[in-house]
């Protein structure tokens, strides 16, 4: 089975964008479906992002999710960031012999 | 509307075993693969295992074969998911969560509020 590597730690101020990546080690990204989820502090994680860029209902658009197959990758956008998106951010595929595989997680600050 | 209501708190021993509850209520309970994934304290989400909807058949994550069984009742909507021979390291967190789709790559869109396991001597 393949890797997701996301940055351990990202940091923006208030009302800017940020962007998280999450590559894959072996295999084509675009040969699976990412999903993206949210865990604020405390919380269960939740789902923000699914099939790659497709947003659950009652998830603001200020989220966005795409591929970047030449660096086989996803990554997910936060644009005009408020202080309650903190917290910790995983993508999550598919592999062969696991059907979950989870990024090891981007905690996010917004200072 | 959707929930999923785990078992509280547990502390054993090492070497014991536990099992975990998970009641699923506000949606056709037999509809949809389950998911268990764990989280160590100020660590990564870990997936374990999952169970269909016919709750005949479970897939477990390689590193828990043989430790891990997954199984639920359908006469009260319950999965639960037993790990024995617990070490200090399974300490964490421990989700059921729903899976909403039957695609190859599953969307893990309701999660149970989790349940601390704590193993220690």
């Known amino acids: 089975n393949f890797v997701l590597t996301q940055p351990h730690s990202v940091s923006e101020s208030p009302g800017k964008t940020v962007t998280i990546s999450c590559t894959r080690s072996?295999?084509?990204?675009?040969?699976?479906?990412v999903q993206w989820y949210q865990q604020r502090p405390g919380a269960v994680p939740t789902n923000i992002i699914y099939e790659d860029k497709e947003r659950p209902s009652g998830v603001p658009d200020r989220f966005s999710g795409s591929i970047n197959s030449s660096s086989n990758s996803a990554s997910l956008t936060i644009s005009g960031l408020r202080t309650e998106d903190e917290g910790y951010y995983f993508c999550q595929s598919d592999g062969s012999d696991h059907p979950v595989i989870f990024g090891g997680g981007t905690k996010l600050t917004v200072l | 509307q959707v929930q999923l209501v785990q078992s509280g708190a547990e502390v054993k021993k090492p070497g014991a075993s536990v099992k975990v509850s998970c009641r699923a209520s506000g949606y056709s309970f037999a509809d949809y693969n389950t998911h268990w994934v764990r989280q160590a304290p100020g660590q990564g989400l870990e997936w374990m295992g999952m169970?269909?909807?016919?709750?005949?058949?479970?897939t477990y994550a390689g590193k828990f074969q043989g430790r891990v069984t997954m199984t639920r009742d359908t006469s009260t909507a319950t999965y639960y998911m037993e790990l024995s021979y617990l070490r200090s390291e399974d300490t964490a967190f421990y989700y059921c969560?729903?899976?909403?789709?039957?695609?190859?790559?599953?969307?893990?869109?309701?999660w149970g509020q989790g349940t601390l396991v704590t193993v220690s001597s």
């Open positions: 169970t269909n909807p016919g709750g005949d058949r479970s």
């Open positions: 072996s295999g084509n990204m675009a040969s699976s479906a």
């Open positions: 969560a729903r899976d909403l789709t039957f695609d190859p790559s599953p969307i893990l869109d309701y």
